[in-house]
Protein backbone atom coordinates (compact mmCIF):
# COMPACT_ATOMS: atom_id res chain seq x y z
CA UNK A 1 0.00 0.00 0.00
CA UNK A 2 1.20 3.13 -1.02
CA UNK A 3 -0.38 6.75 0.56
CA UNK A 4 0.17 9.72 -2.25
CA UNK A 5 -0.22 13.38 -1.71
CA UNK A 6 -0.99 15.25 -4.96
CA UNK A 7 -0.61 18.66 -5.97
CA UNK A 8 -0.03 20.97 -8.68
CA UNK A 9 0.99 24.85 -9.27
CA UNK A 10 2.49 26.12 -6.53
CA UNK A 11 4.03 29.01 -8.05
CA UNK A 12 6.68 29.27 -5.07
CA UNK A 13 4.54 28.20 -2.03
CA UNK A 14 4.47 25.49 0.03
CA UNK A 15 3.77 26.23 3.33
CA UNK A 16 2.32 24.52 6.87
CA UNK A 17 -1.17 23.93 5.87
CA UNK A 18 0.10 21.50 2.71
CA UNK A 19 3.01 20.08 5.32
CA UNK A 20 0.19 18.82 7.90
CA UNK A 21 -2.10 17.73 5.13
CA UNK A 22 0.94 15.58 3.96
CA UNK A 23 2.27 14.49 7.07
CA UNK A 24 1.21 10.75 6.91
CA UNK A 25 1.60 10.57 3.37
CA UNK A 26 4.15 8.31 2.34
CA UNK A 27 5.49 10.53 -0.82
CA UNK A 28 4.22 13.20 -2.75
CA UNK A 29 3.62 13.65 -6.26
CA UNK A 30 3.75 17.15 -7.80
CA UNK A 31 2.06 17.89 -11.37
CA UNK A 32 3.90 20.99 -12.51
CA UNK A 33 4.54 24.68 -12.05
CA UNK A 34 6.91 24.14 -8.58
CA UNK A 35 7.99 28.27 -9.33
CA UNK A 36 11.27 27.33 -8.42
CA UNK A 37 14.11 24.83 -7.14
CA UNK A 38 13.63 26.13 -3.59
CA UNK A 39 9.94 24.48 -3.93
CA UNK A 40 11.17 21.21 -5.19
CA UNK A 41 13.53 21.15 -2.23
CA UNK A 42 11.75 22.07 0.29
CA UNK A 43 9.07 19.58 -1.07
CA UNK A 44 11.53 16.72 -1.44
CA UNK A 45 13.58 17.49 1.89
CA UNK A 46 10.09 17.41 3.34
CA UNK A 47 9.06 13.44 1.79
CA UNK A 48 10.19 11.90 -1.20
CA UNK A 49 9.41 13.51 -4.43
CA UNK A 50 8.03 12.64 -7.62
CA UNK A 51 7.69 15.95 -10.32
CA UNK A 52 6.83 16.90 -13.50
CA UNK A 53 8.35 20.33 -14.87
CA UNK A 54 5.35 22.72 -15.89
CA UNK A 55 5.49 25.86 -18.68
CA UNK A 56 6.21 28.17 -15.52
CA UNK A 57 9.10 26.12 -14.35
CA UNK A 58 12.69 27.86 -15.58
CA UNK A 59 15.71 25.50 -16.19
CA UNK A 60 16.87 24.91 -12.79
CA UNK A 61 13.33 22.56 -11.82
CA UNK A 62 13.39 21.07 -15.53
CA UNK A 63 16.90 19.83 -14.40
CA UNK A 64 15.64 17.91 -11.75
CA UNK A 65 11.86 17.07 -12.69
CA UNK A 66 11.20 15.51 -16.25
CA UNK A 67 8.17 16.60 -18.58
CA UNK A 68 6.64 13.44 -18.17
CA UNK A 69 6.35 10.60 -15.30
CA UNK A 70 5.30 7.12 -16.73
CA UNK A 71 5.39 4.79 -13.69
CA UNK A 72 3.64 1.81 -12.23
CA UNK A 73 2.92 1.23 -8.54
CA UNK A 74 0.81 -1.76 -6.47
CA UNK A 75 -0.49 -2.78 -9.43
CA UNK A 76 -1.60 0.53 -11.18
CA UNK A 77 0.20 2.77 -14.16
CA UNK A 78 0.70 6.08 -13.69
CA UNK A 79 1.58 9.00 -16.08
CA UNK A 80 1.82 12.55 -15.29
CA UNK A 81 2.51 15.33 -17.30
CA UNK A 82 1.49 19.43 -16.59
CA UNK A 83 -0.51 20.62 -19.20
CA UNK A 84 -3.30 17.29 -19.98
CA UNK A 85 -6.85 18.79 -19.85
CA UNK A 86 -9.89 16.26 -19.44
CA UNK A 87 -11.48 13.52 -21.05
CA UNK A 88 -13.01 15.36 -24.38
CA UNK A 89 -10.94 17.96 -24.76
CA UNK A 90 -7.21 15.87 -24.04
CA UNK A 91 -4.06 18.36 -25.17
CA UNK A 92 -2.96 17.13 -28.24
CA UNK A 93 0.47 16.00 -26.80
CA UNK A 94 -1.66 14.57 -23.91
CA UNK A 95 -3.47 12.46 -25.79
CA UNK A 96 -0.82 10.85 -27.76
CA UNK A 97 1.09 9.95 -24.37
CA UNK A 98 -2.52 8.21 -22.71
CA UNK A 99 -2.64 6.34 -25.96
CA UNK A 100 1.66 5.44 -25.76
CA UNK A 101 1.57 4.33 -22.48
CA UNK A 102 -2.45 3.44 -21.41
CA UNK A 103 -2.72 4.41 -17.96
CA UNK A 104 -4.60 3.35 -15.24
CA UNK A 105 -3.88 6.91 -13.87
CA UNK A 106 -3.37 10.35 -16.10
CA UNK A 107 -2.46 13.01 -13.68
CA UNK A 108 -1.68 16.60 -14.98
CA UNK A 109 -2.25 20.10 -13.44
CA UNK A 110 -2.18 23.75 -15.30
CA UNK A 111 -5.96 25.09 -15.12
CA UNK A 112 -5.86 25.39 -11.13
CA UNK A 113 -9.08 23.46 -11.39
CA UNK A 114 -9.35 20.16 -9.27
CA UNK A 115 -11.17 17.55 -11.28
CA UNK A 116 -11.45 13.89 -10.49
CA UNK A 117 -12.62 12.20 -13.88
CA UNK A 118 -13.32 8.72 -14.71
CA UNK A 119 -12.87 8.82 -18.59
CA UNK A 120 -14.40 5.72 -19.88
CA UNK A 121 -13.53 5.41 -23.51
CA UNK A 122 -9.69 5.30 -22.27
CA UNK A 123 -9.94 2.93 -19.63
CA UNK A 124 -8.49 5.64 -16.64
CA UNK A 125 -9.12 7.96 -14.34
CA UNK A 126 -8.04 11.69 -14.78
CA UNK A 127 -6.71 13.44 -11.59
CA UNK A 128 -6.03 17.42 -11.45
CA UNK A 129 -5.43 18.39 -7.84
CA UNK A 130 -6.32 21.66 -8.86
CA UNK A 131 -3.83 24.45 -7.79
CA UNK A 132 -1.96 24.76 -4.27
CA UNK A 133 -0.34 28.16 -4.49
CA UNK A 134 -1.46 31.40 -3.84
CA UNK A 135 -0.99 32.76 -7.24
CA UNK A 136 -3.48 32.59 -10.13
CA UNK A 137 -7.13 32.37 -11.18
CA UNK A 138 -8.11 30.24 -8.28
CA UNK A 139 -9.62 31.27 -5.16
CA UNK A 140 -9.18 28.35 -3.15
CA UNK A 141 -6.45 26.63 -2.70
CA UNK A 142 -6.59 22.32 -2.85
CA UNK A 143 -4.80 19.35 -3.04
CA UNK A 144 -5.41 15.42 -2.81
CA UNK A 145 -4.33 13.00 -0.99
CA UNK A 146 -5.29 8.79 -1.52
CA UNK A 147 -3.95 5.17 -1.10
CA UNK A 148 -2.88 3.18 -3.80
CA UNK A 149 -3.48 -0.61 -2.91
CA UNK A 150 -4.04 -3.60 -5.05
CA UNK A 151 -4.57 -2.22 -8.23
CA UNK A 152 -7.25 0.73 -7.06
CA UNK A 153 -6.95 4.19 -5.71
CA UNK A 154 -9.16 4.07 -2.35
CA UNK A 155 -9.55 6.92 0.85
CA UNK A 156 -9.45 9.86 -1.62
CA UNK A 157 -9.51 13.01 0.33
CA UNK A 158 -9.11 16.94 -1.14
CA UNK A 159 -7.96 19.50 0.73
CA UNK A 160 -8.90 22.71 0.49
CA UNK A 161 -7.52 26.58 2.40
CA UNK A 162 -8.73 30.00 1.32
CA UNK A 163 -6.22 32.12 -0.59
Keep these: MAYIGLLSDTHCFFD ?3 REFFKDVDEIWH ?11 AISSFKPLKGVYGNCDGHEVRLVHPYIHNFAIEGMR ?5 IGG ?3 RYDYRAMQLIA ?17 IN ?14 GIQGIHKVRTAIRFRVENG ?3 D ?7 L
Design 156 to 162: MEVGEWS
Design 100 to 116: AHRPDVFICGHSHILKV
Design 78 to 82: FLMIH
Design 119 to 132: DRQNNLICINPGAA
Design 152 to 154: ALQ
Design 31 to 41: AGDFGNIAVSD
Design 86 to 88: YPG
Design 16 to 18: NKL
